[in-house]
């Protein structure tokens, strides 16, 4: 193993950059692709199911997967080839092991399509169980009842769910296992991709604990390993930076270091990992009767990827690493806005507070200082629009009944405020129409659109009913629904529209809503550069919490929506108290501090 250090090192860096290189830009080239051969810019929320169940997203999947994998073993053919040299004492030349992997790409990318279909193939039966449990267990019901109460159903669906999940990743354990030899088969041996799958079965059959445990064993060593010297040095750099205060002087070193550091460990137990794997692949192979292990003489590698240009390019590659460095730093720098207003939006009211979308959840809204209130509008069964989020009444009033099954007379009649405190039980289902008469002069709304049925009338509903007050300028609508967001773009295009993302595939950026509104977990600083360079605002939800609150400030995001809109105001305030250099270095210590004392103490 010690002999091999050098030249693993040496083709891991090669191979990463090949990868961030070819495969990143590949994928995402790919995808592009496919997004704009369906018609749109960006796929989101629903349109995900459809486009993933389409002939486009099913081959985006396979193709993914495809690659990924081949990319794997194109990684373990060179560190097979530099295991089997370290096991007879020779030394192998990085560029040798790079021109290997190049001739055996074509047969290793079949091979990864071969797997790839084989483990989506092995996965149909348990989606399939899936999908029958959510249908039977959950599909009566909306699925926030679910969340928030979780009845019995709710369990036993998770209770399948796991199981499922469980088996289906014993099955592909054992489909792993049962190819391991099929690299070494098809690079050693010279077979081709379905001979070296065949010949792997054969030559692992009856060895599925002989080979799998040693390597679960030794994998489950390397996350330990590296789980606890992350944690140590994360840790220690959390102490030092406790003493450093807001001095950027101080704080910058100490960041930097911490994470040179961090970083270079955690790559290194990786590295490890990889390479004691590949040998245990050399020895588990040359221990099967009938394979002599033999490494070939390497071919001729072209000039272009001799030792001696490999090391010009690293030293170039090296210096242009240096200048995107530095580049990127000053661009970092520039674009800070450390200063952005940014409004607080209560989601549903101040649903902490009250039960949401009531009278009563608007009122204390008013109250914490937001700048909006966000609410759920649909339709009753008599085309009443309503405040209300989920398409039944069992979170809120204990009521198996659909709203699109209640006339508005009958619902306002029925306490939905009980379910959240005693001193809620005449709280009753709100109008839009109420709502947008206390709203005025007071607080703007989002409204949100919800679809929980098709319902072809809202958009226009809304629209109108927002004209006939003149309360454009006083409310933004929203949705999930990107094909009803246009509708309410085309017919009334004095009122803001915004669209609700959950996941999405392609460029949100370029759509046609006036802002997008976020998941705060998919929200990145690139997602917010691009939305604002498109002059699109981003709205994130749902943020409760000190560090999401911070992290959503420090990207520069436009709106945070929240439950409570008089904490997430508090943090502001706190925030918009520190100085520029402050902030900077609050920034730099949250990397390693969770409950960064320095702005808590202030609220």
């Known amino acids: 193993m010690r002999g091999a250090a050098r030249p693993v090192v040496g083709f891991e860096f090669w191979f990463s950059l090949i990868y961030a290189v070819v495969l990143a830009p590949l994928t995402a080239w790919l995808l592009n692709r496919l997004v704009l051969f369906s018609g749109q810019v960006a796929i989101s929320n629903q349109e995900l199911v459809r486009f993933f169940l389409s002939t486009q997203g099913a081959g985006f999947v396979?193709?993914?997967?495809?690659?990924?994998?081949?990319?794997?073993?194109?990684?373990q053919v060179g560190l097979l080839i530099i295991s089997m040299a370290a096991t007879e004492g020779r030394r192998v030349l990085v560029s040798a092991v790079l021109w290997e992997n190049m001739t055996h790409m074509p047969a290793l990318i079949r091979l990864g399509l071969l797997q790839a279909m084989s483990y989506g193939l092995a996965g149909l039966p348990f989606a399939g169980g899936a999908a029958l449990t959510y249908i039977f267990l959950l599909g009566d019901r909306d699925i926030n009842y679910y969340l928030a109460v979780q009845p019995w159903q709710w369990w036993v669906a998770l209770l399948i769910a796991g199981l499922l999940i469980l088996l289906y990743l014993m099955v592909a354990a054992w489909l792993f296992v049962r190819w391991l030899?099929?690299?070494?088969?098809?690079?050693?041996?010279?077979?081709?991709p379905v001979g070296a799958l065949?010949?792997?079965?054969?030559?692992?059959?009856?060895?599925f604990w002989a080979l799998g445990m040693p390597q679960g064993v030794w994998w489950l060593f390397i996350l330990l390993a590296s789980f606890i010297t992350t944690w140590v040095l994360r840790t220690i750099a959390a102490q030092l930076l406790t003493h450093a205060g807001l001095s950027l002087a101080h704080i910058l070193p100490l960041v930097v270091a911490a994470l040179a550091v961090t970083v270079i460990v955690d790559l290194a137990w990786f590295i490890v990992?990889?390479?004691?794997?590949?040998?245990?692949?050399?020895?588990?192979?040359?221990?099967?009767?009938?394979?002599?292990?033999?490494?070939?003489e390497p071919a001729q590698v072209p000039k272009l990827i001799s030792p001696a240009y490999l090391r010009k390019l690293a030293w170039v590659g090296v210096g242009v690493a240096l200048v995107l460095a530095i580049a990127?730093?000053?661009?970092?720098?520039?674009?800070?806005?450390?200063?952005?207003?940014?409004?607080?939006?209560?989601?549903r009211g101040s649903s902490l507070k009250a039960p949401e979308n009531t009278m009563s959840a608007l009122r204390l809204a008013v109250a914490d200082g937001a700048n909006y209130a966000e609410i759920d509008v649909q339709t009753t069964a008599d085309g009443v629009v309503i405040l209300m989020h989920d398409a039944d009444l069992m979170r809120v009033a204990a009521i198996n009944r659909k709203i699109q099954d209640i006339r508005y007379e009958e619902l306002r009649e029925i306490d939905i405020g009980s379910w959240f405190g005693p001193d809620f039980s005449n709280e009753q289902t709100p109008t839009l129409e109420e709502a947008i008469a206390f709203a005025r002069g007071r607080i703007r709304l989002n409204i949100?659109?919800?679809y929980n049925r098709p319902d072809p009338e809202l958009a226009g509903k809304v629209g109108h009913m927002v004209r006939r007050n003149a309360f454009a300028e006083a409310c933004v609508i929203t949705s999930l629904d990107y094909q009803e967001l246009q509708k309410i773009k085309e017919s009334f295009p004095e009122i803001k529209a915004g669209l609700i993302v959950f996941r999405a595939l392609g460029n949100l950026a370029q759509t046609k809503a006036d802002f997008l509104s976020i998941d705060a977990a998919q929200t990145t600083p690139r997602l917010v550069r691009k939305a604002h360079h498109n002059g699109k605002e981003i709205h994130v939800w749902t943020v409760n919490d000190l560090q999401t609150t911070l992290t959503m400030i420090e990207v520069g995001v436009d709106n945070i929506i929240t439950d409570n809109p008089e904490f997430v105001l508090n943090v502001i305030r706190a925030w918009n108290d520190l100085s520029d250099m402050e902030k900077i270095a609050l920034r730099l210590r949250r990397l390693f501090l969770e409950d960064d004392p320095m702005l808590v103490v202030d609220l």
Request: net charge positive.
């Open 448 to 450: 949100e659109l919800k």
């Open 328 to 347: 990127a730093g000053a661009a970092f720098i520039e674009n800070l806005d450390l200063n952005r207003q940014i409004a607080v939006t209560a989601h």
């Open 273 to 296: 990992g990889k390479a004691v794997h590949a040998l245990l692949i050399v020895d588990f192979y040359g221990e099967t009767p009938g394979v002599k292990l033999r490494l070939h």
């Open 62 to 75: 396979l193709l993914s997967i495809t690659f990924v994998l081949a990319f794997v073993f194109l990684e």
């Open 181 to 192: 030899f099929a690299v070494p088969a098809l690079v050693f041996e010279n077979l081709r």
């Open 198 to 207: 065949k010949k792997s079965w054969q030559r692992t059959r009856h060895r």
